[in-house]
Every structure is written in structure tokens, then in C-alpha cells.
T-cell receptor, first 114, second 111 residues
């Protein structure tokens, strides 16, 4: 069975540009979360979506937005990129958002802002 | 405000011996805990979980212990193998909400 898939795997953007990252969850999983990981830190929560609705948002500026589609795939959008947005962006899926649900990560999208 | 802490940035262990990785948390509402292993240039791989209603969970060479009164959990790997060399993250959540991650412990298993 396919795990969580993310695209693109690597990308380089210029300050001020916009980026869209995509994620397909594990088949049957209805919840998708996005995390940002910078070097030397653990993943930081950005968004959680369940049944196409935003269920949680981390401490990130409004330049970050996301959505979930009817097939449960998801997009993360970041506008007006800053150098500090350079990071590994991880998508995770889980069956539901109830307590006790493990989240499974994709390989991530490496974003470099120059 | 770091709600989950891994105070040891690195750990070295001889092959065949036990590796013990520690994690502390501050939020008493956390009810589900996870451990992940991460290799460079890869996403985190789920290892083992534990619910707050348990104090131990075992899966092969991996055992997680939870001490709720101390707000502490640990991951034991026995016996340690060179392929276990990676960065290990603990994570915690409350009532199905976001997971909070520690900063990771880099484990090196020496052959």
C-alpha cells in the first residue's frame, strides 16, 4: 500500500514568491496535518484538516494557508516567501482525529528560499 | 514554550547494548505519545506509541515506558543495532489535536 506521498520533493524559490506543496494521504485516511521542520528542531504544527475542514492551526502567519479536497488530498500554500521559510515541510495523515490516532509522515518537501 | 523536551541531543551506544532515549513533557492533558525515527533526507518513520492509560508498550526490540506522575517517557532499544543510528523524536498530543515534538536525540550505535 502506498504511504503518504508529497510533491515536489525539492524546490528553490525566490523571496516574495508563492509556493504550493501537495500531499496525498494513506488510502482510507481522512485527516491530514502539515508540519514544518527546520534544521535542529522537531516538526512544528502548521495545520490539521479533517473531512475537508480546518480543525487546527499552529502559530504561523496568515501567509500560510491550506485546504483539503474531496479525495482527502491536501495543499499547503505559502505566499510572500521569506528566507526563514526555508525548511522541510512534512505532511502527515491519520485515519481520524480522535485521540489515539497515529500520524504517518511522507518524505517531505524541501523548500529553499533564496 | 516547549511542551515536549528531549534534553539529550546525542547518545552513543555499543552494538548489542541497550539504548535509552528520554523525553519529558509539561502538559498533563497529553494522552497519546509517539516515537519516530528519522534518517537524513527522509520523513520521520513511526516506531511505537503509548496511550496514557498504559505505562508500557512493547514491539519487538522497542519498548516505551510512560511515567505520568513524572511526565516522562522513555524509549528502550534492545539490542541496539548499527541500523538504529538515526535521530529519534518523541511527540505528544491531547484529545486528538496537534502533536508537539521534542527537538530529537541523535543515536549512534557503534559496531
Amino acid at each position: 500500500d502506498a504511504g503518504v506521498t508529497q510533491s515536489p520533493t525539492h524546490l528553490i524559490k525566490t523571496r516574495g514568491q508563492h509556493v504550493t506543496l501537495r500531499c496525498s494521504p494513506i488510502s482510507g485516511h481522512k485527516s491530514v496535518s502539515w508540519y514544518q521542520q527546520v534544521l535542529g528542531q522537531g516538526p512544528q504544527f502548521i495545520f490539521q484538516y479533517y473531512e475537508k475542514e480546518e480543525r487546527g492551526r499552529g502559530n504561523f502567519p496568515d501567509r500560510f494557508s491550506a485546504r483539503q479536497f474531496p479525495n482527502y488530498s491536501s495543499e499547503l500554500n505559502v505566499n510572500a516567501l521569506l528566507l526563514g521559510d526555508s525548511a522541510l515541510y512534512l505532511c502527515a495523515s491519520s485515519f481520524s482525529r480522535l485521540s489515539g490516532n497515529t500520524i504517518y509522515f511522507g518524505e517531505g518537501s524541501w523548500l529553499t528560499v533564496v | 514554550d516547549q511542551q515536549v523536551k528531549q534534553n539529550s541531543p546525542s547518545l552513543s551506544v555499543q552494538e548489542g547494548r541497550i539504548s535509552i532515549l528520554n523525553c519529558d513533557y509539561t502538559n498533563s492533558m497529553f494522552d497519546y505519545f509517539l516515537w519516530y525515527k528519522k534518517y537524513p533526507a527522509e520523513g520521520p518513520t513511526f516506531l511505537i506509541s503509548i496511550s496514557s492509560i498504559k505505562d508500557k508498550n512493547e514491539d519487538g526490540r522497542f519498548t516505551v515506558f510512560l511515567n505520568k506522575s513524572a511526565k516522562h517517557l522513555s524509549l528502550h532499544i534492545v539490542p541496539s543495532q548499527p541500523g538504529d543510528s538515526a535521530v529519534y523524536f518523541c511527540a505528544a498530543s491531547a484529545q486528538g489535536n496537534q502533536f508537539y515534538f521534542g527537538t530529537g536525540t541523535s543515536l549512534t550505535v557503534i559496531p
